[in-house]
């Protein structure tokens, strides 16, 4: 796991004229690698990389260049399948100088150049970035889920700048401005999504894809589209035979353990978050039966706190039943009052307030391993969200005669809660994008000064998958899919990937293995969803391992109380950017109405108007930081 930078300019001279702003770039991203860092330019090109060692300590320098010197590479992530790889390389002749599994990308290469040909081949997360100088191309990619973020603007003249963080952009010098059409889409959703970013000509390169720039110019394409051609799916086609419930999870078991397996490869030490759900508690069950020795865990808690918001008992009883070694960092309550501290974990606005706690645990996680794996994706591919019920449920109701689906959607949106239930029933993925939304544009509308509103407001959200996906009918699995492409990728994965890169610390998620997603995706829907309880196939699999009281447990969520730190009335911070702040200089908010709600949310606004606050602040705290 690193960070990395670069530049190309095509320009008069050559990139090394940009060393100082190369160079400030790599220091911004110290964090994502404080054991090695690195240099290189050549011609219009020039790539710094910070390391944080994990596999062949020694011999995983980057920049890494070729045998012959005609390519070059940086790299952030981790090939899983790398051994593999080699095995197959080594046989056909390449001869390896390291052990990295960089080194596996540059030989791939070698033996197929084509970006598509090559990047399909890849089991890992990563960010990557190869010069060629035969063929005078740079290639940029990003791993198919879009675990490890990538970041690039294109300037004047053709000159290209690209980084693992936003921040690190900045620091190379590219403009703060920010973008109207994303700073919308950040407030009504919170956050951004890919090919996006907040700031203005800044992109995200979405997951699945590549960048290439030579002398036909730069085009941006995708290698693979998760969900329609990822491995183990021939033409789109399920790979689930619909055998019985026992033989489904006996294949779901034996996938996960591979990625288990393959994610603990690794020559620093290797830990798992524990959160006490069924989630991280299957991870460390398969660590541990893999591993077959006691494996860290860690987990975070808080004392005073009110009930749901405190697992660590949990926690410590799934501990005590695998024999891990278990970590516990307990916090007082008004940690989680001090939302504020969890800006500088943010490379980019994200309303999430979990980040914090998620940064605390990895710092503490950080004084023992250098590695953990996490529970995330398990939600998304398995419907383990409340909010999957609805989708079902307006499945079921779109196939009755018209009048009987009349009453019943009305009789669900009575009885049932969520913002979802209002949609049912859903005709299009469409429908279900449209319940996304954290608020009305209307309430937008009213915070927003009217030049800005004509601006950012009018402009339509465009994904970076086929639009007309938009309007494929609806089902619970379009409805999973469409929530793995934008709240998984764009805001969950990450925040994972800030607040632990911010600890130096390497987080890995098997959930999210292809093996494993193209296995989910195929199950029929009563595999996700019986008798109304979630994840029910990854239930049956981890009752193999845990108490039934754990694999069956109701699912709670890493829940901070944000609402009542935005209700507070004490929070000094919150006023002063409403006085005097970034956020009140760009105008592009009604300041005015932002204190009336304030002061409304004191006395107990509407839970929306809360929302709505919390995001406001939060990107006010962040502007404050750049």
């Not at 490890?148 to 963080?165: D, Q």
């Not at 051609?229 to 033409?235: L, Y």
């Not at 039943?321 to 516990?328: P, V």
């Not at 754990?550 to 006085?579: C, M, N, Q, T, Y």
């Amino acid at each position: 796991m690193c960070g990395i930078c670069g530049l190309y300019d095509p320009g008069e001279g050559s990139a090394a004229g940009g060393n100082d702003a190369l160079l400030a770039m790599r220091e911004a991203l110290a964090h994502r690698g404080p054991d090695d860092s690195g240099f290189w330019s050549e011609g219009p090109v020039a790539f710094g990389f910070r390391r944080l060692s994990i596999l062949d300590l020694e011999g995983g320098h980057q920049p890494m260049r070729s045998a012959d010197g005609r390519l070059t590479i940086i790299f952030n992530g981790e090939i899983y399948n790398h051994p593999e790889l080699r095995s197959e390389l080594e046989a056909s002749g390449a001869a390896y100088r390291t052990r990295s599994d960089t080194e596996t990308i540059l030989h791939l290469y070698e033996q197929n150049s084509d970006p598509a040909v090559l990047l399909r081949r890849l089991n890992g997360m990563f960010a990557v970035a190869l010069w060629d100088r035969g063929r005078r191309r740079l290639l940029l990619a990003r791993d198919p889920v879009g675990v490890k973020p990538f970041y690039y603007w294109l300037g004047g003249g053709g000159r290209l700048v690209f980084a693992s963080e936003l921040r690190a952009l900045l620091a190379g010098g590219v403009p703060e401005a920010l973008d109207p059409g994303a700073v919308m889409e950040y407030l009504e959703h919170g956050f951004v999504h890919a090919p996006r970013t907040i700031l203005a000509g800044v992109r995200k390169l979405p997951p699945g894809h590549f960048l290439a720039l030579d002398a036909d110019g730069m085009r941006v394409e995708p290698y693979i589209n998760i969900g329609d051609e990822f491995p183990g799916r021939a033409n789109g086609a399920s790979e689930f035979d619909g055998t019985g419930v026992e033989d489904a999870a006996r294949g779901l078991e034996s996938r996960l353990a591979a990625a288990v397996r393959r994610q603990l490869l690794s020559d620093v030490p290797v830990g798992a978050f524990l959160s006490g759900g069924v989630d991280s508690s299957l991870i460390a069950s398969l660590m541990r039966r893999e591993l077959g020795r006691r494996i860290p865990t860690f987990t975070i808690g808080f004392s005073g706190v009110r009930s749901g918001l405190d697992e660590s008992a949990h926690a410590r009883r799934v501990a005590r039943h695998l024999g891990t070694d278990h970590h516990e960092l307990i916090l007082p309550a008004d940690v989680l009052d001090r939302v504020e501290d969890l800006v500088p974990s943010l490379d980019e606005p994200i309303a999430d307030s979990a980040i914090l706690p998620t940064f605390l645990l990895a710092r503490f996680a950080r004084e023992s391993v250098k590695v953990v794996l996490t529970g995330e994706g398990a939600d998304e591919l398995f419907a383990g969200y409340a909010r999957y019920k609805a989708s079902y449920w307006s499945g079921r109701i779109q196939a009755l005669p018209r009048p009987l689906a009349a009453g019943a959607a009305a009789l669900l949106r009575t009885f049932a809660r969520g913002r979802e239930y209002a949609a049912v029933p859903m005709a299009t993925v469409r429908d279900w994008a449209r319940t996304r939304s954290h608020c009305s544009r209307l309430s937008l509308k009213e915070i927003c000064r009217p030049e800005f509103w004509e601006q950012g407001g009018v402009r339509a959200w465009t994904p970076w998958f086929d639009p007309g996906e938009l309007d494929r009918p609806h089902s619970l699995g379009r409805a999973q899919l469409f929530d793995l492409r934008t709240v998984l990728c764009d805001a969950l994965l990450m925040k994972v990937d800030k607040a632990t890169m911010r600890a130096s610390l390497e987080a890995r998620v098997p959930y999210l293995d292809p093996g494993v997603v193209g296995f989910a995706e195929g199950l029929p829907e009563n595999l996700k969803l019986r008798r109304l309880k979630g994840k029910y196939l990854l239930r049956r699999v981890a009752a193999r391992f845990l108490p039934p009281e754990i694999a069956w447990r109701r699912k709670h969520g890493f829940v901070v109380p944000w609402e009542e730190w935005v209700r507070g009335s004490g929070h000094r911070r919150i006023d002063e950017l409403l006085v005097e702040s970034k956020l009140s200089r760009q105008g592009f908010l009604d300041i005015e109405r932002l204190r009336t709600m304030r002061r409304l949310l004191t006395q107990g606004a509407p839970e929306g108007d809360a929302g709505l606050f919390f995001r406001i602040i939060v990107l006010g705290l962040w502007l404050e930081e750049i």
